[in-house]
Every structure is written in structure tokens, then in C-alpha cells.
Antibody, heavy 121, light 108 residues
């Protein structure tokens, strides 16, 4: 059974930093691209960042580029998101999601339960 | 930036057919995907590549796409189908991964 378990969320002041982790199990982690997707309170889903299996290619949404860094450790079956220079608008539940190759691009097939990040101004 | 547009809400009575639309300029060339999110839970994939249904998803969920619009249809909607539904796709370059704004489905 595929499991994705996020951790590391919490309350942080604007301008501060936080590191999120996602522990993966039930599949060969090193074979899949992975993502972070967030959801602000009462709002919709927003893709944040993607990293391919080998870490050779990394992508960010414009809203976090230059402030967030995605990484992974395939030996530990873990995905990370280092968040710096946090802003109030970064307040959201952050989901870890696995990518599955589709006919014309990847899509998210499994999601974790999310971890809440609250940035106080 | 690329956008996918969904109606904010759809309401049906139990047993009726619910249709949720998603419009986007790249949809003639790109697949649409649909996610169901119940209150306080993580999203769940219900339709992929326009019309395919993952294992475990009830047959009453179906998808279609024509031109710039994709549609999620729930035939004989049930109370447990109440949720927010999000379409997902990419722009024509494949570089921008985008969700629609979400549609709240009410079944009562």
C-alpha cells in the first residue's frame, strides 16, 4: 500500500524558515517523480514544486521560486521542502504527492494527508 | 499564466446526474484529470486522461472532453459524493501544472 506521511509543519513568523519532510513507503520511491502541492485555508489546490527521480530536474511555481527548495533522499525514501523567507500567503496545508507518467505528462496519483504551515505576520 | 475555469458550485438531488465542467485553452491538446476532496481529507484521483477511471472508483463517475472543455459526470449522485472537485491539467508546453479553482458539489 502506497503511503506518504508529511511532517514538519507548524507556526512560524514571517521571514522565517521551515523544513517539511515526506516519508514514503509501499512503492519504489527512487523510481518516481515527487511533488509538493499546497492548499491555503478555504482555497483551492496549488502545485508548488516537482523533482524527478534522480533529482536532475527540479521545477517550481513562480510564487515560491527563489525561496523554496525541494530535495529528496532516495536511500531514506524521503522528500523534503526547505521553505525560507516565509510570507503570510504561504500559510497552507502542504501535501506530498507522487507523480505518475500519463499520456501527455505526469499527474498526481497518491497524496499524503498534509501538514499545516501557518505563517504569522 | 494558464488557467482552468470551473463553476464554484453545483447542486443536485440524490439520484440525479451532476455535471462539473472545466474549461481551458490547452484542453484540446492536453488531458484533463479530476480529483475529489472531501472535507478535511486529501484529494483522491477519480478520473485520469479525460475519461479513465482508477480502480476502486465507482462506475457512476465518468469523464469526457471536447474542445476546450472537460466534464466530470456523476450519474446517480449520492450523498457521499458531496465534496470539492478539482480539474487538473497543464498548459500546451507542459511546463505549468494547474488546478481549476474547484467546484463544491452539494447533494441534497
Amino acid at each position: 500500500e502506497v503511503q506518504l506521511v508529511e511532517s514538519g509543519g507548524g507556526l512560524v513568523r514571517a521571514g522565517g524558515s521551515l523544513r517539511l519532510s515526506c516519508a514514503a513507503s509501499g512503492f519504489i520511491f527512487s523510481s518516481y517523480s515527487m511533488n509538493w502541492v499546497r492548499q491555503a485555508p478555504g482555497k483551492g489546490l496549488e502545485w508548488v514544486s516537482s523533482i524527478i527521480s534522480s533529482s536532475s530536474y527540479i521545477f517550481y511555481a513562480d510564487s515560491v521560486k527563489g525561496r523554496f527548495t525541494i530535495s529528496r533522499d532516495n536511500a531514506k525514501n524521503s522528500l523534503y521542502l526547505q521553505m525560507n523567507s516565509l510570507r503570510a500567503e504561504d500559510t497552507a496545508v502542504y501535501y506530498c504527492a507522487r507523480d505518475l507518467p500519463g499520456g501527455d505528462g505526469d499527474y498526481f496519483d497518491y497524496w499524503g494527508q498534509g501538514t499545516l504551515v501557518t505563517v504569522s505576520s | 499564466s494558464y488557467e482552468l475555469t470551473q463553476p464554484p458550485s453545483v447542486s443536485v438531488s440524490p439520484g440525479q446526474t451532476a455535471r462539473i465542467t472545466c474549461s481551458g485553452d490547452a484542453l484540446p491538446k492536453k488531458y484533463a484529470y479530476w480529483y475529489q476532496q472531501k472535507s478535511g481529507q486529501a484529494p483522491v484521483l477519480v478520473i485520469y486522461e479525460d475519461f479513465k477511471r482508477p480502480s476502486g472508483i465507482p462506475e457512476r463517475f465518468s469523464g469526457s472532453s471536447s474542445g476546450t472543455m472537460a466534464t466530470l459526470t456523476i450519474s446517480g449522485a449520492q450523498v457521499e459524493d458531496e465534496a470539492d472537485y478539482y480539474c487538473y491539467s497543464t498548459d500546451s508546453s507542459g511546463n505549468h501544472r494547474v488546478f481549476g479553482g474547484g467546484t463544491k458539489l452539494t447533494v441534497l
